[in-house]
């Protein structure tokens, strides 16, 4: 069975809810656990298979943010098929920090699900669904923290970026990059979602791919 989860317990769960709770009354804001596991179970229920169409998922959180006064912007693909999404909290100016993620999930063919994977389901702590993990369930609390983001007196901006097609080789990242290069300000701190069993993960093993052309005649070593 393939099993992708989000667990909703951890050792240091009533303390941050207690810390997350008093924030939110003191700034006139409800408590988000709720709302993220409903934020959750929308952008599941989305196939954001990589390569597909996004529209039916960015137009959900584009329509979020709008609702709670946040203006996002698209950039697309080249078909015009798949988009990333950018938006910004507090004012626009140099620094602040960016949360990123990606909208795109792996495909679930040939893997013996239990339940429907495109449907939250709940089993106790832990909320199934492909994608709970890697990595909507990032995307919701980010869009649940959105109102709080709102109701609090920014010094510095809070970005949302979250790019398609990470899975399958990060297409969408050079274009959101692009859109961004256009933008009068530039974040100072990058966070990326990414699963990492609530540990800081200050960096990853990368690529870099070279490619040589020889102008010359084929022939064999031994008789040149």
């Not at 008093?22 to 596991?37: A, K, Q, S, W, Y």
């Not at 698209?74 to 949360?99: Q, Y």
């Not at 890697?134 to 809070?158: E, T």
């Not at 979250?162 to 530039?186: C, H, I, Q, W």
């Amino acid at each position: 069975m393939n099993v992708q989860f989000i667990t909703l317990r951890n050792p240091r769960s009533h303390e941050l809810l207690a810390t997350a709770t008093e924030f939110h009354r003191r700034v006139g804001v409800p408590g988000t656990l709720d709302n993220t596991i409903e934020i959750l179970e929308r952008l599941v229920g989305f196939d954001s298979v990589s390569g597909k169409p996004t529209h039916g998922i960015v137009g959900y959180i584009k329509d979020y943010l709008a609702a709670h006064g946040v203006k996002a912007s698209l950039s697309f693909d080249e078909a015009g098929e798949r988009a990333n999404v950018f938006a910004t909290i507090g004012p626009e100016i140099d620094g602040g920090v960016l949360l990123n993620g990606h909208t795109d999930v792996v495909p679930v063919e040939g893997q013996q699900w239990r339940t429907d994977p495109f449907t939250l389901v709940r089993k106790g702590d832990r909320l199934h669904g492909r994608g709970s993990v890697d990595m909507k369930g990032f995307l919701a609390c980010v869009l649940a923290s959105v109102p709080v983001f709102r109701a609090a007196k920014l010094n510095r901006p809070v970005h949302i970026a979250f790019s398609y097609d990470e899975e399958t080789g990060g297409y969408g990242m050079p274009v959101l990059l692009e859109s961004m290069a256009g933008k009068r300000f530039r974040p100072e701190v990058v966070i990326v979602g990414e699963p990492t069993d609530m540990k800081i993960v200050t960096g990853h093993k990368g690529g870099f791919e070279m490619r040589t052309e020889i102008t010359g005649h084929e022939v064999h070593s031994c008789d040149p």
